[in-house]
C-alpha cells in the first residue's frame, strides 16, 4: 500500500520557523518528482515547492527566499524547511508525488499520490 505522511505541522508566531517531513513508503518514490501544496480555508489548493528526482527545486513566487525543499532518496523522504513564516501561510500543507517520471508541475491534478495533509497555523 503506497502511503505518504506528512508531520511537523503546529502552531508558531510570525517570524518563525517550521520543518515539515513527508515519509513515502510502498513503492520507491526516488525516480518522480515531489511537492508540497498548501490549502487555505475558502481557497483552492496551491502550489508551495516541488523537487525533481535529480533534485532540481522550484517554488511559488510568494514562498520563494523563504522555505526550502530537499529530499532524501535513500529515507524516501522529503522536508520542507519554512523560515519567516507570515500568518498568510496559515494553511492544511500536503505532500504529493507524480507516479511517472518527468519534471516539476504545479498543477494538482498531475500528482497521483497524496498525504494526509497537516496543520500549519501562524499567529499575528
Known amino acids: 500500500q503506497v502511503q505518504l505522511v506528512e508531520s511537523g505541522g503546529g502552531l508558531v508566531q510570525a517570524g518563525g520557523s517550521l520543518r515539515l517531513s513527508c515519509a513515502a513508503s510502498?513503492?520507491?518514490?526516488?525516480?518522480?518528482?515531489m511537492a508540497w501544496f498548501r490549502q487555505a480555508p475558502g481557497k483552492e489548493r496551491e502550489f508551495v515547492a516541488g523537487?525533481?528526482?535529480?533534485?532540481?527545486?522550484y517554488y511559488a513566487d510568494s514562498v520563494r527566499g523563504r522555505f526550502t525543499i530537499s529530499r532524501d532518496n535513500a529515507k524516501t523522504t522529503v522536508s520542507l524547511q519554512m523560515n519567516g513564516l507570515k500568518p498568510e501561510d496559515t494553511a492544511v500543507f500536503y505532500c504529493?508525488?507524480?507516479?511517472?517520471?518527468?519534471?516539476?508541475?504545479?498543477?494538482?491534478?498531475?500528482?497521483?499520490?497524496w498525504g494526509q495533509g497537516t496543520q500549519v497555523t501562524v499567529s499575528s
Open positions: 510502498g513503492r520507491t518514490f526516488s525516480r518522480y518528482p
Open positions: 504529493a508525488a507524480r507516479s511517472e517520471q518527468g519534471t516539476v508541475v504545479t498543477v494538482a491534478d498531475r500528482y497521483y499520490y
Open positions: 523537487i525533481s528526482s535529480g533534485g532540481p527545486t
